[in-house]
């Protein structure tokens, strides 16, 4: 069942967003999740993943910045971005894998996506 995200909006350059993103079917402590971007004009690329074991995946361009977490209680994947950048702007996609393991979902692509959400970060 698609994930549905929310917490999209427009920030200034530097400010804060929490992404949250529910999943209907099994919870994000079963099934690795991720934060997928894609901004205009460019390819989808992962920003940030987390297996069913809590390890991390950040890209570069996010790490030190972004904070991928779930909330299992409540089947949630969060994405907390702090210090954002023009070049953060794209929309976001939630992504769940049919695998627990991060290396099994980074290795076979996510089963289920949302729709996205939005982003932007201008002055």
């Known amino acids: 069942v698609r994930p549905v995200e929310s917490g999209g909006g427009s920030v200034q350059p530097g400010g804060s967003l929490r992404l949250s993103c529910v999943a209907s079917?099994?919870?994000?402590?079963?099934?690795?999740g991720g934060w997928y971007r894609q901004a205009p004009g460019k390819d989808r690329e992962l920003a940030a993943a987390i297996g069913s074991d809590g390890s991390t995946y950040y890209a570069d361009s996010v790490k030190g910045r972004f904070a991928i977490s779930t909330d299992n209680a409540k089947n949630t994947l969060l994405l907390q971005m702090d210090s954002l950048r023009p070049e953060d702007t794209a929309v976001y996609f939630c992504a769940q894998s049919y695998y627990g393991g991060l290396r099994e979902s980074l290795r076979f692509g996510m089963d289920w996506w949302g729709e996205g959400t939005l982003v932007t970060v201008s002055s």
């Open positions: 079917g099994s919870p994000f402590d079963t099934r690795a």
